[in-house]
């Protein structure tokens, strides 16, 4: 839905594009296009105006501003999010995107990142120092929204999620206070930002702990999709005592016409194991050698790279601009019965680019005690997300259809719940994300710090 222009009209964007460093666009801007539009190309919303905020003063006097007319605002940090959660009608969208520098402390094995960076923004900082936090398992993605909702990584297992890497956040409020939150300080908006989704003010600093992580050891090896009952079953074994510096995954994907795959693998349906080991190399491969040495697969790709190399790789599979709906469920244990029903949808998708992701977690993840963080998942030992993907707007009903599909048959063997970060869902965001108890302390969070609910999400499909 478009907004009119008697609304656009009927606020003082003047006085606000005057406060500003950074650029106020509207609808009449040849910019605005390009920053309403996010990475999920089915979403198409026009907001009043984008603000581009520059530093955490123009990120204050957008908030004054908002506050003052009563507008609600959405935060755009790297607009990875499916669900569009950065752009809404008749909305004034706050744009981090342009504050994305980073300083790394190598002495103390921190670095400070500006709120709209993306994880490729910080590997390029830490990476030359030998360091590297859980970032996401590709390296275009916001470290806002990513961060705000868990954040799971290739270093998860051995360094936690992104929030448990989290030692302190800037955050400026509604009411245009810029706080520091920590362990010590406003400890109660601290525990809400670490998993709670976001929508307590906006995170112009995120400072996180840093780890030792140079080269990595890992891969892709694609097999057959008749091979994927007894590959679910040697990734179920293998990850029940994998160390924690194996994070592996399976995905049902369709071959893409790779140089290290045969022709007559092009363009089949595949079950595709990409696997990543944080530590020593060789004793990498003896570790995974159970997982990534099984089978006969039609073809691999693996070596020691560096971390930031490996966490580009995957990148070119999730292009701007296409067509996604997604849905993620989480689960206590992989059995047959459950194996046996993902099959015949995973094997045959409304669209040749959609995937099936079967995630496990554990290790440093499962460390971390429940109420610790705003996080509701940590206990599930698997998840799987169902990545509906299409580069024809025409196809995207037929493949949101595939995915529900998939979901309910998921649903007889899913814990309760599921991680805000990839969930498209609407009623799922207000309800599912989160357990009652964490659901209810995250309210109460939120009244403290958005008294108005200007951020609070207006949700549409
Ligand atoms: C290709 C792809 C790969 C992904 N991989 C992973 C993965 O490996 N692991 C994982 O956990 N997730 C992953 N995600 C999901 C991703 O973490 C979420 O979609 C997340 O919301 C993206 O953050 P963003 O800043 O890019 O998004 P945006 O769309 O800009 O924002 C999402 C939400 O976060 C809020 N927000 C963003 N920045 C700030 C800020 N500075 N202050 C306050 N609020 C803010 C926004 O208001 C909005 O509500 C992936 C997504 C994509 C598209």
Redesign the pocket.
């Known amino acids: 839905m478009s907004t009119g222009p008697d609304r656009t009209h009927a606020f003082p964007w003047q006085a606000l594009a005057q406060t500003l460093r950074g650029p106020l666009l509207q609808k009449s801007d040849a910019d605005y296009d390009k920053y309403r539009h996010?990475?999920?190309g089915a979403i198409d919303r026009h907001p009043l105006a984008i603000a581009r905020c520059l530093d955490a003063e123009d990120v204050r006097a957008t908030l004054q501003f908002a506050t003052r007319e009563h507008l609600p605002v959405?935060?755009?940090?790297?607009?990875?999010?499916?669900a569009?959660?950065?752009v809404r009608d008749d909305a004034l969208m706050l744009d981090?995107g342009a504050m994305n520098r980073v300083e790394v402390d190598p002495a103390s094995r921190t670095v400070r990142v500006e709120?709209?960076a993306l994880w490729r923004d910080v590997d390029a900082a830490t990476q030359p120092h030998g360091l590297a936090t859980t970032g996401?398992?590709?390296s275009?993605?916001?470290?806002?929204?990513?961060t705000?909702?868990?954040?799971?990584?290739w270093l998860m297992r051995r360094c936690g999620l992104?929030i448990d890497n989290l030692i302190e956040a800037n955050v400026v409020l509604t009411d245009g206070r810029d706080v520091a939150a920590s362990e010590q300080k406003h400890a109660d908006l601290f525990w809400a930002l670490r998993g709670g989704?976001?929508?307590l003010?906006?995170?112009?600093h995120f400072t996180y702990r840093l780890h030792a992580v140079g080269e990595v050891l890992a891969g892709v090896v694609f097999h057959p999709v008749d091979a994927a009952v007894d590959l679910l079953r040697v990734f179920r074994e293998a990850t029940r005592h994998a160390p924690d510096a194996l994070t592996a995954m399976l995905v049902f994907t369709t071959a893409p016409p790779l140089p290290f795959l045969p022709p007559e693998a092009h363009g089949q349906r595949v079950v595709a194991l990409a696997y990543c080991w944080s530590g020593e190399p060789a004793q990498g491969r003896q570790a995974c050698a159970s997982l990534v040495d099984w089978g006969q697969p039609w073809g691999r790709h693996e070596g020691v790279l560096p971390y930031a190399a490996w966490q580009q790789a995957f990148d070119p599979t999730?292009p701007v601009g296409d067509h996604y709906y997604w849905t993620t469920s989480q689960f206590d244990a992989l059995d047959d019965d459950l194996i046996q029903a993902l099959l015949p949808l995973a094997e045959k998708p409304a669209d040749p680019f959609s995937e099936v992701h079967i995630h496990h977690l554990g290790g440093a993840v499962a460390a971390v005690p429940h109420a610790a963080t705003a996080f509701s998942q940590r206990e599930a030992a698997f998840f799987i997300n169902v990545i509906g993907r299409t580069g024809e707007a025409g196809r995207l009903a037929a493949v949101r259809d595939w995915v529900r599909a998939l979901r309910t048959t998921l649903a007889p063997y899913a814990r309760a719940g599921m991680?805000p970060?990839?969930t498209t869902e609407a009623t799922d965001l207000d309800a599912g994300t989160h357990d009652p108890v964490t659901r209810s302390r995250l309210a109460e969070v939120r009244k403290r710090y958005d008294p108005d609910g200007l951020?609070t999400?207006v949700r549409s499909s």
């Open positions: 996010v990475w999920n959405t935060v755009r940090g790297g607009g990875h999010n499916v569009g959660l950065a981090v709120g709209g996401g398992f590709v275009t993605t916001g470290i806002g929204g990513y705000l909702g868990g954040g799971v990584g992104a989704a976001g929508a003010g906006v995170v112009t999730a991680q970060n990839f951020l999400p």
